[in-house]
């Protein structure tokens, strides 16, 4: 059975970083892509960018180019998601997703983490 | 980067009742990489059809998908109480984009 487990609820303070951790297990990590994907309070879903750890080829959305990096790290199945330069409008859950190599089509979500942006 | 306006925002209907969700695109979309999601409050989304008319594993046959190029639907023929939830469109190419979701509330 396919997992991904996220870590827990971050606060943080504008300005500064955060590191969300998403560790895969049941499934051979190399053979999909993984994708971050955020949700504001009572808002849709928005697309942040997906690495390929096959690859180690990461390709962002246009809006978070410059301020977000993805990794992943083959020899634990976890994949990693940073924003910096928090703002509050940063506040949200964010999720890690399965996609394929080819698409973004996810069959498997983590259960998301939740991240405060507040002084 | 294409556009996903779904429509209604909200539908309010009774179980047992037929909902038609609308999904249409700024662009065509290729391949017919159109993917329907739902989500419950304080849950992940989860996929329910794919290729804008497979239903993914699992998924009761209930839920129906249709459309091509720049409109797509889903159909949930007979409501059932734990259908009662949000419904995002996505479209899966290079640069994903996800509509702004359709709430399927009780009436």
């Known amino acids: 059975q396919v997992q991904l487990v996220q870590s827990g609820a971050e606060v943080k303070k504008p300005g500064s970083s955060v590191k969300v951790s998403c560790k895969a297990s049941g499934g051979t990590f190399s053979s999909y892509g993984i994708s971050w994907v955020r949700q504001a309070p009572g808002q849709g879903l928005e697309w942040m960018g997906r690495i390929i750890p096959m690859l180690a080829l990461a390709n962002y959305a246009q809006k978070f180019q410059g301020r977000v990096t993805i990794t992943a790290d083959k020899s634990t199945s976890t994949a990693y998601m940073e924003l910096s330069s928090l703002r509050s409008d940063d506040t949200a859950v964010y999720y890690c997703a399965r996609g394929s190599v080819l698409t973004s089509l996810y069959d498997y979500w983590g259960q998301g983490t939740l991240v405060t942006v507040s002084s | 980067e294409i556009v996903l306006t779904q429509s209604p925002g909200t539908l309010s209907l009774s179980p047992g009742e037929r909902a038609t969700l609308s999904c249409r695109a700024s662009q065509s979309i290729s391949s017919n990489y159109l993917a329907w999601y739902q989500q419950r409050p304080g849950q992940a989304p989860r996929l329910l059809i794919y290729?804008?008319?497979s239903r993914a594993t699992g998924i009761p046959d209930r839920f129906s998908g249709s459309g091509s190029g720049t409109d797509f639907t889903l159909t949930i023929s007979r409501l059932e109480p734990e259908d009662f939830a949000v419904y995002y469109c996505?479209?899966?190419?290079?640069?994903?984009?996800f509509g702004g979701g359709t709430k399927v509330e009780i009436k």
């Open positions: 996505q479209q899966y190419g290079s640069s994903p984009t």
């Open positions: 290729g804008a008319s």
